[in-house]
């Protein structure tokens, strides 16, 4: 009898740590898309958790999963690390939707799951990667067209006077803050994309207001990693996904 109980003993004390060796816990997920599109066969959801607590570094993936899309909208449960989470850090979770190694869907705003209580389940809206705009380079192309900042940094533009953006073929921009006039040469791969940490511009006084607005774009231009067109939209996102600039395109 005695070698049972020591048997059961350490059968308890090697198993109950395990158990709860972390905290882990969920995020329950909503994906869907405003188009009236099938998805092709074996389409994958991706689903990332980053870490975007410091502005001058890349996020960090702190949960990432992938899941055979069955349907539209989808419901799914991210699991993380409840231990990796600071209460005083900023988190946004991606998502993303596959055929194969091409891109056909992607959120464009940074989604924050843990900054309150999820009742519900977060609902992302993900936006259309046009195929034909990806094979087309006249459609997908950023160049020739003047871009209007609608949002910097998840703060919609405050005035009626945006600030605007033009890239030529060879990667040269103007850009106008709000205030004063910029221009420099940005360096394009693919779809990442980045400006110079230094660029020649104009140094007019202008209202407080507008100052604080321009500052916002000029601090958000040295993150921009990647982007994103869609349309008559173009988003610039960090490294880690999280949409930092919104624009729209201005008619010609």
Known sequence: MRRVIQSLTFFFCFFMPINFAYAQTTIEVEVSYRERIALPPLAELHLELFDVSRADAAGKTLASQRYRMTGVPMQVM?????????PQGVYSLAASIWSGDVQIFRSTERYDPLSAS?????????FAVDEAEAA???????SGVEWAVTEVAGEPWSNEDPATLIIDDEMNFALFGGCNRFVGRLLRLDREISF???FAGTMMACPDAVETLERSVLEALPRVASYVRYRTGLVFMDAG????????????
């Open 241 to 252: 996904g999280t949409a930092i600039m919104h624009f729209t395109q201005r008619p010609e």
């Open 196 to 198: 110079p940490a230094n």
């Open 118 to 126: 999820q009742d519900a389940p977060l609902e992302m809206i993900l």
């Open 78 to 86: 991210l699991h993380y690390d409840a231990d990796l989470i600071d």
């Open 136 to 142: 087309s380079p006249t459609r997908q192309r950023i």
